[in-house]
């Protein structure tokens, strides 16, 4: 079993719907990165963090240390939001990335 | 700002030739990553640089090597390639580590025939 999970792995959607993808690890953390990988291929960092929520525009970030869990969520969906989502997790006390298999976000006009 | 800058983005190889995939970044940065993406995969790391003069081997080092005599400069050689070495190469920078934000280069799709 892979130590981080993403579900789900592809998703497709209407503009303008809630999105949710949904990122579960099973080791110790410090930090949580969720990336945007465009389908040009370059990945940007859009949020790291390691407790609570955080909010940026349209998208928001929750995680919950104690049940390893993280969502991130887009509302008011656009077809420019299409890319694939990466979890990557901050092992505890290591400077060490592992990294989810990523979701494939489609949103159709 | 030009940011992480790789080149080149694409390569064909064949098997057994050697190659390098540049690396520059013009933040400053003292931390340097070298990830591959396979279909499916999550990123895997290559080999990564704290500082000048100073590399380590990540999970995947195999194949590989790298050098940083700059802050600058973080180039990933591939002696004798392989196909097992086709694949999406990203190069990352951050200022102090995995726990800040991460910069990412555009991705060098290489394949080996």
């Known amino acids: 079993k892979n130590e981080v999970e993403q579900s789900p792995q592809n998703l497709t959607a209407q503009e303008g719907e809630f999105i949710t993808i949904n990122c579960s690890y099973s080791?110790?953390?410090?930090?949580l990165h969720w990336l945007q990988q465009h389908p040009g291929g370059g990945i940007v960092s859009l949020f790291m963090?390691?407790?609570g929520k955080k909010k940026h525009g349209r998208l928001i970030a929750t995680i919950n240390i104690q049940e390893k869990h993280s969502s991130l969520h887009i509302t008011a969906s656009h077809p420019r939001d299409s890319a694939v989502y990466i979890c990557?997790?901050?092992?505890?006390?290591?400077?060490?990335?592992?990294f989810g298999q990523g979701t494939r976000l489609t949103i159709n006009p | 700002n030009a940011g992480v800058t790789q080149t080149p983005k694409f390569r064909i190889l064949k098997i057994g030739q050697s190659m390098t995939l540049q690396c520059t970044q013009d933040?400053?940065?003292?931390?340097m990553y070298w990830y591959r993406q396979d279909p499916g995969m999550g990123l895997k790391l290559i080999y990564y640089?704290?500082?000048?003069?100073?590399?380590d081997k990540g999970e995947v080092p195999n194949g590989y090597n790298v050098s940083r005599s700059t802050t600058e400069d973080f180039p990933l050689r591939l002696e004798l390639a392989a196909p097992s070495q086709t694949s999406v190469y990203f190069c990352?920078?951050?200022?102090?580590?995995?726990?800040?934000?991460?910069?990412f280069g555009e991705g060098s799709r290489l394949t080996v025939l």
């Open positions: 990352a920078s951050t200022a102090w580590g995995v726990t800040g934000e991460l910069f």
């Open positions: 933040m400053n940065h003292n931390y």
């Open positions: 963090l390691s407790s």
């Open positions: 080791v110790g953390i410090s930090a």
């Open positions: 990557a997790v901050v092992i505890q006390g290591a400077q060490k990335l592992v």
């Open positions: 640089s704290v500082g000048a003069g100073i590399t």
